[in-house]
């Protein structure tokens, strides 16, 4: 059954607008994995520069959420379905289950924080993007504490540029009330 809020987010075009650029970015994220390959750090430490743009796909998982409420685990499984086809089984498994392990607690810290939706973004990807690297490194084969935290260090870099603006744009508003 859709929510009130979701029959709104739809009738203003919300569902479909932030709904397909996540799915998108969860299909565009697995094909980066697939098509770039990890570098090896000295050390022996791996790092993916697809984990730059990962942290974009959490905090545009907390737009969809903000729109449409729990319809997102709906559209991430659409990105997931759609990976599997194109960027091949390995990763579509690896990246689905991270998603699912990151997200689910992206998704709690979101919803049940009752925080401004900019200290939303960085609290719940501060939670989600560590476990999902953790997930996804390790069911890659190549999990390492360094590799982890520079991934994680990586994903948080969108996550900071949204809060950011975003907490600029909430601040603004304020004064303007």
Sequence with gaps: MWSMKAERALAKGFFMKYALLYIA???LVNLAFAAVDP???PGGSVWSPVALIVGFTFVIRDFV???IGHWVLPAMLVGGVISWAMAGQDIAIASMAAFLAGE?????MYTFTGRP???RILLSSAV???IDSCVFMYLMGFFSLPSVLMMTASKMVGAVIVYYLTRR????AAQQA
């Design 65 to 67: 959420q903000r729109e």
């Design 117 to 119: 939706f900019s200290q």
């Design 128 to 130: 989600g993007t560590p």
């Design 104 to 108: 689910t607690l992206d998704w709690a």
């Design 169 to 172: 744009r909430e601040l603004a």
């Design 25 to 27: 970015s969860v299909v």
């Design 39 to 41: 570098l090896i750090l």
